[in-house]
């Protein structure tokens, strides 16, 4: 599976962003960041189906992670950046993830190279 994330580039602190993931297949998708000096973190993530999603708490309700499948692709609009959203957000791929599982790295088998996103203050 090649995943092939886009999208990030330079902002300022409060304006919106969208990042894309093209997947091929049926996978239940996530994104993950990582900060210099940082561990890589869950983000928000979904189910191939679409039906469920589930955020981090520092990016509910101002992130929105959703699918085209038709389209193979997944998506993370990103509104009311902040400096610390700042990281290489990875996109990742697994054929099945229980709900109780989709915050974990370890859970994921595929992953993306990454794509930059900066936020200025």
């Known amino acids: 599976v090649q995943l092939q994330a886009s999208g990030g580039e330079l902002v300022q602190a409060g304006d919106s962003l969208s990042l894309s993931c093209a997947a091929s297949g049926r996978y239940d998708m996530g994104w993950f960041r990582q900060s210099p000096g940082r561990e890589r973190e869950f983000v928000a993530a979904?189910?191939?189906?679409?039906?469920?999603?589930d955020y981090a708490d520092s990016v509910r309700g101002r992130f929105t992670i959703s699918r085209d499948n038709a389209k193979n692709t997944v998506y993370l609009r990103m509104n009311s950046l902040k400096p610390q959203d700042t990281a290489v957000y990875y996109c990742a791929a697994t054929p099945r993830v229980i709900l109780s599982a989709m915050r974990l790295r370890s859970s994921y088998y595929y992953w993306g190279q990454g794509t930059l996103v900066t936020v200025s203050s």
């Open positions: 979904i189910r191939w189906s679409g039906g469920s999603t």
